[in-house]
């Protein structure tokens, strides 16, 4: 195996998604609601999932979800992890509705549990990019 | 107006190349090879093939594969499609090949399946295509993997229903149970539910030993109008029903952590066949992680939801249990070849309704049910096949 290291996948912003990346940028976890149905969607998306209108919002989030699941990563699939493990993947039910897949972060495996209330927090990657991270509330 | 598919065809033909570490075939070579080993348990000429259906390998993709591969083999089918659906895309392309033939786009089709992830990629290959797989924005960012998703399921379905790490254990120790009595299977020697709880970690409920193989192989099915049947070498075996359930690609946008879209396949492919779970003489459902078993069992309607833990002890999804699961070893002991992994538990299910099963022939088996499922619990096609007594 070569001795280079390997780098940390930096996700491309798209048109439709810009908007939720410069939110992170500034400390701010954003989500669309539609104006039509009112429906709270993640990831982002240029029409509403929920009834197709064309009217979707971007508000700031509560940052604030509970812990639907988790699993203790030891043995990293993706490049750049390995350094990393043990992480603690998780899935969190934003207060708002939508689903996130994050990482949970200052929080030892034996401590996460089910509903666990949590907060988002921000890692720089890039000078351009800046990832949600979750932490206990 | 409505085809109904109901025994309209059946396959006629089944090939499997060898299962393992096979550095000296690449794919198209796997594909080639199972297509050949399929026509001749047909008894057809490849002149005779007018409709192809493969699937894009992770090692030799090809932007248009079917075309590239009927290119490779010189035939010139007039039906022709590569399809990607994970590890259901066997099933869906039954599905796909009965429609074309009952409505008269074709007469005989072949599905055909081969990939060498085993020997073909490099681990860190590897961990890049399986990547590629994840939401590129949203999952792929966050360094997890593929059964970091189902690990967290698997933790779900403990949370909600109660199941335990050794029920996900028994179904890996089924399994090998299983492929110890399959001279063609990759890993022949029994294991304890002990020996899974005692491998390591790796995204955690999930032990080593509860995830699949990773393996060179291909295999292939010929499918013909039920008219037809009678005129070939050996016994056909006839199609009785098919669903599919689409609810999801990336884990995280699922409408359930514990249900799956099997629960919609399912009852889709019982009404087309006219009959129920209990009806099954056995059931060769995708095995990438144990706790996937439990939960394909629960939503096709072999046991009540959440009861699946208790489904699998003691035997009960061996041969001489209630319903024998993956005879052939499955993705957990035969081999996981990536996408051409649900055509195994595809030619074991004509294997097993020929009467051919040998050592681990199921007692008289009349009906059996295929299940595959693809990406992280996402694309689900449930297949019914059963012998000509079952029509
Ligand atoms: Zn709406």
């Not at chain 1, 990293?76 to 493990?85: D, I, L, N, R, Y």
């Not at chain 2, 992770?58 to 591969?69: R, T």
């Not at chain 2, 899974?196 to 995204?203: G, I, M, Q």
Request: hydrophobic residues 40%; glycine residues 10%.
């Amino acid at each position: 195996m070569s001795s280079k290291p390997m780098v940390k996948p930096v996700p491309k912003p798209t048109p439709e998604t810009r908007p939720f990346w410069d939110g992170c940028a500034v400390g701010e976890l954003r989500l669309q609601h539609c104006n039509s149905c009112q429906h709270v969607q993640y990831p982002p998306r240029k029409l509403c999932s929920g009834c197709f209108s064309q009217e979707v919002e971007w508000r700031v989030a509560s940052g604030r979800g509970k812990v639907l699941s988790w699993s203790m990563v030891t043995a990293p699939s993706a490049p750049g992890f390995h350094e990393e493990v043990p992480f603690l993947s998780v899935m969190i039910r934003l207060d708002e509705g939508p689903v996130m897949l994050s990482v949970l972060r200052n929080c030892a495996g034996d401590a996460v549990d089910f509903d666990m209330p949590v907060k988002v927090i921000f890692e720089q990657r890039t000078e351009e990019i800046t990832i949600p991270y979750f932490e206990p509330a | 107006m409505t085809v109904d598919l109901r025994g309209s065809v059946a396959i006629v033909g089944i090939g499997e190349t060898d299962v393992g570490v096979l550095p000296e075939q690449g794919s198209t070579e796997l594909c080639a090879e199972a297509a050949r080993l399929a026509l001749i348990n047909a008894g057809l000429h490849k002149k005779d093939v007018d409709g192809l259906i493969t699937c894009n390998p992770w090692v030799e993709p090809h932007l248009y594969h079917a075309e590239m591969f009927s290119e490779y083999m010189q035939i010139f089918p007039k039906f022709c499609m590569t399809l990607n659906a994970g590890g259901a895309t066997s099933l869906t392309a039954v599905l796909r090949a009965a429609s074309a033939i009952m409505t008269g786009v074709c007469e005989t089709v072949l599905i055909t399946h081969g990939d060498n992830p085993r020997s073909g990629m490099t681990g860190a290959e590897t961990g890049q295509k399986m990547t590629t797989t994840l939401n590129p924005q949203f999952e792929l960012p966050y360094g997890v993997g593929l059964t970091s998703g189902y690990a967290m399921a698997a933790r779900a379905h403990m949370h909600q229903y109660g199941t335990t790490q050794e029920q996900f254990a028994q179904v890996a120790v089924s399994a090998r149970n299983h492929a110890a009595l399959n001279p063609a299977a990759e890993m022949r020697t029994p294991i304890t539910i002990d020996d899974v709880l005692a491998s390591k970690v790796v995204s955690d409920p999930l032990h080593a030993l509860n995830c699949s193989l990773w393996s060179d192989g291909g295999a292939a099915v010929v499918v013909v109008a039920a008219e037809r049947a009678k005129d070939f070498p050996n016994k056909p075996v006839f199609f009785l029903g098919c669903g599919e359930g689409h609810w999801h690609e990336h884990l995280f946008q699922t409408r359930s952590l514990t249900t799956t879209a099997a629960s919609e396949s399912g009852p889709r492919a019982f009404e087309m066949a006219g009959m129920q779970p209990s009806d099954m003489d056995f059931a060769n459902v995708y095995d990438c992680f144990t706790n996937v078993v439990l939960v394909e069992l629960e939503d096709l309607g072999f046991c009540p939801k959440g009861e699946g833990g208790s489904f699998v002890e003691n035997g009960n999804i061996e041969l001489g249990g209630s319903l024998p699961v993956n005879t052939h070893g499955g993705l957990l002991s035969h081999s996981h070849t990536g996408h051409p992994g649900s055509m195994f538990a595809l030619t074991e299910a004509v294997t097993q309704l020929r009467g051919d099963g040998g050592a681990r022939q199921v007692a008289d088996a009349q009906v059996g049910l295929v299940h595959g499922q693809g990406g992280v619990l996402s694309s689900h096609a449930t297949l019914i096949l059963g012998t000509q007594a079952a029509l």
